[in-house]
């Protein structure tokens, strides 16, 4: 059994367990569009994951920036620059690579999250949902309407 399957039928036991305590709590099983956000919202895990770990790196790299010492504009060269920066930037080059390496691998574990999402809900992943179901189609009264009252806004 590959691994990729392993984390497949674990999705899919945990999406299934999530459902069947909606169902306990709230006495009816959840809708499609309910199973989908359950489903969508295991998926965006690793992806969220990855970005919380570069926000890391950024706020590391903020950190050098934050302690560089400026002479008339100019940053001081890296041999004069004080206790503060040499520490921040020996953390972020220790702490960094390890990191990024790790957000790597969430991003290929998101991968297969995102199939999976796919192959339960058989809709493609967003990470910000599917927000096409939400257009309004206005009639040419409505669309009428809207003109007036973006023109209105416009004169005020």
């Keep these: ?3 990729s399957k392993t984390i497949v039928e674990t999705l899919d036991t945990l999406t299934n367990l999530i459902s069947g305590n909606y169902k306990e709590h709230v006495g ?3 809708n499609d569009w309910g199973v989908t ?3 969508r919202s295991i998926a965006k895990m690793p992806f969220w994951s990855a970005k919380n770990k570069r926000d890391y790196i950024d706020r590391l790299r ?3 920036a934050g302690n560089t010492q400026y002479v008339d504009g100019e940053a001081l060269p890296e041999s004069d620059q004080g206790q503060a920066y040499q520490d921040a930037k020996r953390k972020y080059e220790r702490i960094a690579p390890n990191v990024e390496i790790e957000a790597m ?3 290929a574990l998101g991968e297969i999250y995102a199939q999976w999402f796919k192959d ?3 809709q493609e992943f967003s990470l910000y949902g599917n927000n096409t179901k939400n257009v309004v189609q206005l009639s040419k009264k409505q ?3 809207m003109r007036a009252i973006e023109a209105r806004h416009k004169v005020a």
């Design 1 to 3: 059994m590959t691994k």
């Design 120 to 122: 339960y809900t058989g």
């Design 28 to 30: 009816d099983a959840p």
């Design 37 to 39: 956000d359950i489903a």
């Design 143 to 145: 669309q009428a309407a």
């Design 105 to 107: 691998a969430f991003d």
């Design 62 to 64: 903020a950190d050098i």
